[in-house]
């Protein structure tokens, strides 16, 4: 038997939405292992929160102090690392946001145990797992098997469905939390949060993505966007060129997304491009180009010019509500 230990993610007073898909991931391990899952939630003022998560029918284990206020990954991880140890876990997961990037490779260190990112998918037999993962900008898929007796993931949310919750919940358990501050070498500067009426881009349902063919005006994308309810994007092209913020940028260097609709316009397809969206339920292209890559994996393509055909579409939009 293995146990699975998936750390939670917060903010606002709410558990972030990329902890369920990540707990789905831990629950696929526990089924081919026949563990069990427990999920770690550390914070300041957070005890409330352990219900929430108790409720996908999971052993929740609430590390409450003020040291854990702030997710400084020096001071998490010697606490998810002895949880770990304590549990029995075999299996020590979080989704792949920067903080589970950030917080995860020293908590393997801490256990000496092995780490395969951004986790696709997981395979083998016999009560053992392997963990498939994207290499070369998701051109090619390893599956990755991990020798070590603990192994440490962070799984890529946009390929897990979210777990459901279960018909009875599990229990919620105290952590003693025994990190001093005043021997932290890191410490919390500040927080500068973007504001926006838009959703945020890596939980929206739509999303809107511009390239090197808007020159810089974004006004229709984010027309289109505003009439659709939808999250802007752009790729790296847009954002190397300093015409729109870092935390639009889209693909293998930024943020990767899987919405119902994602519209890709002004954008060619570039391979490091395609690897942050192309999970999209459905895939709208608009291009002059009609050679562009990106009509590879679009669902619907149209060869048009984005100035017209975004205010266009915008247009319509507004005029069916």
């Known amino acids: 038997m293995s146990n699975v230990l998936i750390v939670a993610e917060h903010g606002g007073g709410a558990i972030r939405k990329s902890t369920f898909h990540a707990l789905a991931a831990g629950q696929e391990i526990a089924r081919r292992t026949g ?71 020293r908590v393997a260190a801490r256990l000496g145990a092995g780490m395969a990112t951004e986790v696709l998918g997981f395979g083998g ?16 898929l390893a599956e990755v098997e991990i020798a070590t007796p603990v192994k440490v993931f962070t799984v890529r949310t946009t390929e897990f469905a979210p777990a459901q919750k279960a018909a009875a919940p599990g229990a919620v358990h105290p952590v003693p939390v025994t990190v001093d501050a005043s021997s932290l070498r890191t410490r919390h500067a500040g927080f500068r949060e973007v504001k926006s009426e838009r959703p945020e881009l890596t939980e929206a349902r739509i999303v809107v993505a511009g390239g090197r063919g808007t020159k810089g005006d974004f006004k229709a994308i984010e027309a289109l966007a505003d009439a659709l309810g939808a999250a802007v994007g752009a790729s790296r092209a847009a954002v190397d060129a300093g015409w729109v913020p870092n935390d639009w940028q889209v693909g293998q260097t930024g943020k990767v997304v899987a919405p119902e609709l994602y519209v890709a316009a002004g954008i060619s397809g570039a391979i490091q491009h395609l690897a942050g969206m192309k999970g999209s339920k459905v895939i709208v292209a608009v291009n002059k180009d ?21 205010p266009a579409l915008a247009a319509k939009v507004k005029a069916s509500r």
Request: proline share 6%; charged share 15%; net charge negative.
């Open 35 to 105: 563990g069990k899952v427990h999920v770690a939630l550390l914070g300041k003022g957070v005890s409330a929160l352990g219900a929430d998560l108790a409720a996908y029918g999971v052993d929740v284990h609430v590390a409450d102090a003020p040291v854990l206020e702030h997710p400084i990954a020096e001071a998490l991880a010697p606490v998810i690392a002895d949880l770990a140890k304590a549990l029995g876990a075999s299996h020590v997961g979080a989704a792949a946001t920067a903080q589970g990037k950030d917080l995860l490779p």
């Open 125 to 140: 037999d016999g009560g053992g797992v392997t963990f498939r993962r994207p290499m070369w900008a998701g051109n090619v």
């Open 290 to 310: 009609p050679d562009a890559p990106i009509f590879q994996i679009a669902d619907y393509g149209l060869v048009a010019d984005l100035f017209q055909a975004l």
